[in-house]
């Protein structure tokens, strides 16, 4: 049971990034980026293929691939810039557009195969007294949090950060207070992708990667923004650990199949639970406050 | 404008006249999926007709086709199995409606993309019913002559598509049509006149659900084959979405028109070019659809009253 | 008994009181003005006899029975109607759909045949002088025409009772004369009124009885000569005379 909540606590950590570009781009955009998923599982591949062709460790990788996926952030923003309101339902709509695309584009380039980085320093165990943490997990968690932590310190010493902030609070507002709400947008976007590609490669060291892949991660993304609010790094790290710890003991109880599932289940029951605002301080309509 | 009845008709018996002009089994078959794709995205388009954006319709595909599907392998006569499918996807849809009774834009679009992926894993994990990941094969071809064996499929795929477009029409100038334009436009103005919109709202999607889940159990019958990723795969809900905002989804003919138009040139045109990307056109006619509709998918969902507020 | 009765009706949005302890009867065919500056709760009060807003505390009876916490359609199905201050027109549908809505739903069907509600559809047009713009859009429409159509709307519930939201508001003087007919003819036809308008004047001339709100209290309250003699009116609206 011990072992149960630890693993899922581990877990949560790596959730929390994996939502963290997701909730980023939703609180200072108010843009529902449903290729996130895919995003992530393309940083997976070029973190797998950087890694069969160099041997270096995946945690090297991490700002490689958080580089390589820069471009895609660039297109993703300015997609978003003409889309037209309500912002959330287009985005939605046309983020499943891109996501379609993606995921095309994926298995043509690499084709259906499943893929793993199956680093054998990463597969061992650690003993720590009752319970056995295994090492990928614990490297994954780890490096998550390093991750979060960077992040929360740009959210609240930089420059950047602030306008982000404040655009998330209210873009009107932010906008008269002379914040380029756009060139926030944009840089938001970009520091989403790179984070998405990050978490991709630390996701393909715990999971199998293949072109299907995006759906629940962009789901647990989804669940975690709502559950966290609107731009509260703290509360994402606390979401995150909660749903890890609700899938790995559904899991233990039902059996591996039903992880997917149990994740639809909570995404639903939390959009039910909510009843109609996205986020707090947010209709379906799209009108702040 | 919505299509005249005449014109309907027209087009109907064009298309009975088909196989009698000597297409080959495998276009009828072509045509057939088509006309079942046209059906879904008349279906969607009865939700969007009253302001809600449905990211789900595979759900109710999926349930209508395993449960056509199981039916007919436990000695269920055929049309039996597809009335019941159609049954079983009516009652998903009203359970879907009222689940999400709260709920609307954005929000309603996740949880019927939820309630699909729920359904997915559903007939994934429990085998005993539904027959796992491998799913259930052998299902028993619909009768007919031996001769033509897609001849039947074809004119039953073609049937219900002209239901589904009649119903649409039907549903346009009816009271159903009034509640749910009402709703979709100010739903508590609506209410305030005596239009209960969650009773509306869920005969929208009963209906809606009934259509798509007996194209399921059509589709069960044609490939006699059913699979989780098959017929619960997020493919039957994102295609109806394109081609019913591409097509006008106010309008009758249109989302039908797109849908056979896209997936013909799609199947006969693009597949053959370029094999591994003939998906990418759905998506960039998707996100073209977005940005460069007029009023975009706001307009689909209607107008809240203008921001005095 | 009154056709419509609110007592201690109070509002709360979170510690802000709109409405602290109101009570409110109307009789049949009676018109009750409702003054105020604004932020007195007068919209607030209106939105809680018609249903949209239900009251932290207090109850609402119509017609001897209690109405209070039900849905909207609820309030629309026992004959209670609202006009909005700003129009609110159905944004996709002409004008005819729009009062073809309360004809077909509004009763337990008394007009069976598509045919005869499209008739009474029209008559309701054109009984605010709207008969030719029965295919118009809403967005086609003046702010007076938008008015009209608020008030055919409202009517075409067939209400016992009609909540009117400053049905006079940023009209010329002719067309607050057209207004002021309007309120005579809809108490010929026995319909119930509870009226808030920005012109004292106006209210004066139509109501049987004013209520003044100030602060969501009632200030005053009576005939419209005693309550426009009371001091309290230039009270409410011109503050202690500190400010």
Redesign the interface.
């Given at each position: 049971m011990l072992q149960a909540l630890v693993s899922g606590a581990l877990l949560g950590c790596f959730y929390a990034l994996v939502a963290s570009g997701f909730a980023l781009t939703l609180s200072v955009t108010r843009a529902?980026n449903l290729a996130h998923g895919e995003m992530i599982v393309a940083g997976g591949y070029l973190g797998y293929w950087l890694w069969a062709g160099s041997g270096l460790g995946p945690l090297w990788l991490m700002p490689v691939a958080a580089a390589a996926l820069l471009p895609m952030g660039w297109g993703v923003h300015a997609?978003l810039r003409?889309?037209?309101?309500?912002r959330?339902?287009?985005s939605?709509?046309?983020g499943?557009?891109?996501a379609?695309?993606l995921q095309?584009?994926m298995?043509?380039l690499w084709g259906s195969d499943y893929r793993l980085i199956a680093d054998s320093a990463l597969t061992a165990s650690l003993r720590l007294g009752p319970i056995s943490l295994n090492r990928g997990r614990l490297a994954a968690a780890l490096a998550a949090l390093a991750v979060i932590a960077v992040l929360w310190v740009a959210l609240t010493r930089t420059r950047w950060g602030r306008a982000a902030r404040a655009t998330a609070l209210d873009e009107e507002a932010a906008a008269l207070l002379g914040i380029n709400t756009d060139l926030t947008g944009r840089t938001t976007l970009l520091l989403s992708a790179a984070l998405a590609g990050a978490s991709g490669v630390l996701f393909a060291t715990l999971h199998y990667v293949h072109p299907a892949g995006g759906?629940p991660l962009v789901?647990v993304s989804?669940v975690l923004a709502l559950w966290a609010g609107i731009g509260r790094m703290r509360s994402l790290l606390a979401a995150g650990v909660a749903l890890g710890l609700v899938e790995t003991l559904g899991v233990a109880w039902?059996?591996p199949?039903?992880r997917?599932?149990?994740v639809?289940?909570v995404?639903?029951f939390t959009?039910?639970a909510?009843?109609?605002?996205?986020a707090r301080g947010m209709t379906?309509?799209g009108?702040a406050g | 404008m919505s299509a005249s009845p005449a014109g309907l008709v027209a087009a109907t018996a064009l298309c009975a006249l088909l196989p009698a002009a000597g297409l080959p089994p495998y276009y009828l078959h072509l045509l057939a999926s088509a006309f079942l794709l046209a059906t879904l995205a008349s279906a969607w388009s009865l939700l969007a007709w009253g302001g809600q954006?449905s990211?789900g319709q595979a759900a109710f595909f999926g349930v209508g086709a395993y449960a056509a599907a199981l039916a007919s392998i436990h000695g269920v006569v055929s049309w039996a199995a597809l009335v019941l499918g159609a049954t079983a996807g009516a009652a998903a849809g009203a359970l879907v409606s009222a689940?999400?009774l709260?709920?609307?834009?954005?929000?309603?679009?996740?949880?019927t993309f939820?309630?699909a992926?729920?359904g997915?894993?559903?007939a994934?994990?429990w085998e005993r019913l539904t027959g796992g990941g491998a799913g259930i094969v052998g299902i028993p071809a619909l009768p007919g002559p031996a001769s033509s064996p897609r001849a039947v499929a074809y004119y039953l795929a073609l049937l219900l598509l002209t239901v589904t477009l009649s119903i649409f029409v039907w549903m346009a100038r009816s009271?159903l049509g009034?509640?749910l334009?009402?709703v979709?436009?100010?739903a508590?103005?609506?209410?305030?006149?005596?239009?209960?919109?969650a009773a509306w709202k869920l005969c929208a999607f009963a209906l809606s659900g009934g259509l798509s889940g007996a194209a399921g159990g059509l589709y069960a019958h044609m490939v006699r084959v059913v699979a989780p990723d098959l017929v619960f795969s997020?493919w039957y809900s994102?295609v109806p979405?394109?081609m019913a905002?591409l097509g006008g989804p106010r309008t009758a003919l249109g989302p039908a028109a797109a849908a056979v138009g896209l997936y013909l040139a799609s199947e006969l045109v693009l597949q053959p070019l370029v094999p591994?990307?003939h998906?990418?056109g759905?998506?960039?006619a998707?996100?073209a659809a977005?940005?460069f509709l007029p009023?975009?998918?706001?307009g689909l969902?209607?107008?809240?009253?203008?921001?005095?507020s | 008994m009154p056709l419509l009765e609110g007592r201690g009706l109070c509002v709360d949005y979170g510690r802000v009181r709109a409405l602290g302890g109101v009570d409110i009867e109307v009789e049949e065919g009676q018109v009750i003005g409702l003054l105020g500056p604004n932020g007195s709760g007068k919209t607030t009060l209106l939105n809680v006899l018609?249903?949209?807003l239900c009251p932290t505390e207090g109850m609402v009876r119509f017609d001897g029975g209690l109405v209070t916490g039900k849905?909207?359609?609820v309030?629309?199905?026992l004959g209670i109607?609202?006009t909005?201050q700003?129009p609110?027109p159905?944004?996709?549908?002409t004008a005819l759909?729009s009062v073809?809505?309360?004809v077909?739903?509004?009763?337990r069907r008394t007009l069976f045949r598509a045919a005869d509600r499209r008739r009474e559809g029209e008559r309701l047009l054109a009984t605010v002088g709207l008969a030719d713009k029965a295919g118009a859009r809403s967005s086609e429409l003046s702010l007076g025409q938008m008015k009209r159509l608020e008030l055919a709307?409202a009517l075409?519930?067939r209400p016992r009772l009609l909540l009117l939201d400053e049905l006079a508001s940023g009209l010329s003087p002719q067309g607050r004369g057209e207004v002021l007919r309007f309120y005579g003819r809809l108490r010929d036809r026995g319909i119930a009124i509870v009226a808030v308008e920005h012109s004292v004047g106006t209210l004066a001339r139509v109501a049987d009885r004013l209520i003044l709100l100030d602060g969501g209290v009632i200030a005053a309250e009576g005939p419209p000569s005693a309550v426009l003699a009371s001091p309290r009116v230039a009270q409410a609206y011109l503050g202690d005379g500190d400010e």
């Amino acid at each position: 049971m011990l072992q149960a909540l630890v693993s899922g606590a581990l877990l949560g950590c790596f959730y929390a990034l994996v939502a963290s570009g997701f909730a980023l781009t939703l609180s200072v955009t108010r843009a529902l980026n449903l290729a996130h998923g895919e995003m992530i599982v393309a940083g997976g591949y070029l973190g797998y293929w950087l890694w069969a062709g160099s041997g270096l460790g995946p945690l090297w990788l991490m700002p490689v691939a958080a580089a390589a996926l820069l471009p895609m952030g660039w297109g993703v923003h300015a997609l978003l810039r003409r889309l037209p309101e309500p912002r959330e339902l287009t985005s939605l709509t046309a983020g499943f557009g891109v996501a379609l695309l993606l995921q095309d584009g994926m298995r043509a380039l690499w084709g259906s195969d499943y893929r793993l980085i199956a680093d054998s320093a990463l597969t061992a165990s650690l003993r720590l007294g009752p319970i056995s943490l295994n090492r990928g997990r614990l490297a994954a968690a780890l490096a998550a949090l390093a991750v979060i932590a960077v992040l929360w310190v740009a959210l609240t010493r930089t420059r950047w950060g602030r306008a982000a902030r404040a655009t998330a609070l209210d873009e009107e507002a932010a906008a008269l207070l002379g914040i380029n709400t756009d060139l926030t947008g944009r840089t938001t976007l970009l520091l989403s992708a790179a984070l998405a590609g990050a978490s991709g490669v630390l996701f393909a060291t715990l999971h199998y990667v293949h072109p299907a892949g995006g759906g629940p991660l962009v789901m647990v993304s989804i669940v975690l923004a709502l559950w966290a609010g609107i731009g509260r790094m703290r509360s994402l790290l606390a979401a995150g650990v909660a749903l890890g710890l609700v899938e790995t003991l559904g899991v233990a109880w039902l059996g591996p199949g039903w992880r997917e599932t149990l994740v639809a289940a909570v995404l639903l029951f939390t959009l039910l639970a909510r009843g109609g605002s996205l986020a707090r301080g947010m209709t379906a309509g799209g009108h702040a406050g | 404008m919505s299509a005249s009845p005449a014109g309907l008709v027209a087009a109907t018996a064009l298309c009975a006249l088909l196989p009698a002009a000597g297409l080959p089994p495998y276009y009828l078959h072509l045509l057939a999926s088509a006309f079942l794709l046209a059906t879904l995205a008349s279906a969607w388009s009865l939700l969007a007709w009253g302001g809600q954006i449905s990211f789900g319709q595979a759900a109710f595909f999926g349930v209508g086709a395993y449960a056509a599907a199981l039916a007919s392998i436990h000695g269920v006569v055929s049309w039996a199995a597809l009335v019941l499918g159609a049954t079983a996807g009516a009652a998903a849809g009203a359970l879907v409606s009222a689940a999400a009774l709260r709920l609307s834009g954005a929000p309603l679009a996740l949880a019927t993309f939820a309630f699909a992926e729920i359904g997915r894993g559903i007939a994934i994990n429990w085998e005993r019913l539904t027959g796992g990941g491998a799913g259930i094969v052998g299902i028993p071809a619909l009768p007919g002559p031996a001769s033509s064996p897609r001849a039947v499929a074809y004119y039953l795929a073609l049937l219900l598509l002209t239901v589904t477009l009649s119903i649409f029409v039907w549903m346009a100038r009816s009271r159903l049509g009034l509640a749910l334009a009402a709703v979709r436009d100010d739903a508590e103005r609506a209410s305030l006149l005596g239009v209960n919109p969650a009773a509306w709202k869920l005969c929208a999607f009963a209906l809606s659900g009934g259509l798509s889940g007996a194209a399921g159990g059509l589709y069960a019958h044609m490939v006699r084959v059913v699979a989780p990723d098959l017929v619960f795969s997020a493919w039957y809900s994102l295609v109806p979405l394109i081609m019913a905002t591409l097509g006008g989804p106010r309008t009758a003919l249109g989302p039908a028109a797109a849908a056979v138009g896209l997936y013909l040139a799609s199947e006969l045109v693009l597949q053959p070019l370029v094999p591994t990307l003939h998906q990418v056109g759905y998506a960039l006619a998707l996100i073209a659809a977005v940005l460069f509709l007029p009023g975009g998918l706001g307009g689909l969902v209607g107008r809240r009253r203008n921001a005095a507020s | 008994m009154p056709l419509l009765e609110g007592r201690g009706l109070c509002v709360d949005y979170g510690r802000v009181r709109a409405l602290g302890g109101v009570d409110i009867e109307v009789e049949e065919g009676q018109v009750i003005g409702l003054l105020g500056p604004n932020g007195s709760g007068k919209t607030t009060l209106l939105n809680v006899l018609g249903g949209l807003l239900c009251p932290t505390e207090g109850m609402v009876r119509f017609d001897g029975g209690l109405v209070t916490g039900k849905p909207p359609w609820v309030f629309g199905r026992l004959g209670i109607g609202r006009t909005f201050q700003i129009p609110r027109p159905f944004a996709g549908m002409t004008a005819l759909d729009s009062v073809l809505v309360g004809v077909t739903f509004s009763k337990r069907r008394t007009l069976f045949r598509a045919a005869d509600r499209r008739r009474e559809g029209e008559r309701l047009l054109a009984t605010v002088g709207l008969a030719d713009k029965a295919g118009a859009r809403s967005s086609e429409l003046s702010l007076g025409q938008m008015k009209r159509l608020e008030l055919a709307v409202a009517l075409s519930a067939r209400p016992r009772l009609l909540l009117l939201d400053e049905l006079a508001s940023g009209l010329s003087p002719q067309g607050r004369g057209e207004v002021l007919r309007f309120y005579g003819r809809l108490r010929d036809r026995g319909i119930a009124i509870v009226a808030v308008e920005h012109s004292v004047g106006t209210l004066a001339r139509v109501a049987d009885r004013l209520i003044l709100l100030d602060g969501g209290v009632i200030a005053a309250e009576g005939p419209p000569s005693a309550v426009l003699a009371s001091p309290r009116v230039a009270q409410a609206y011109l503050g202690d005379g500190d400010e």
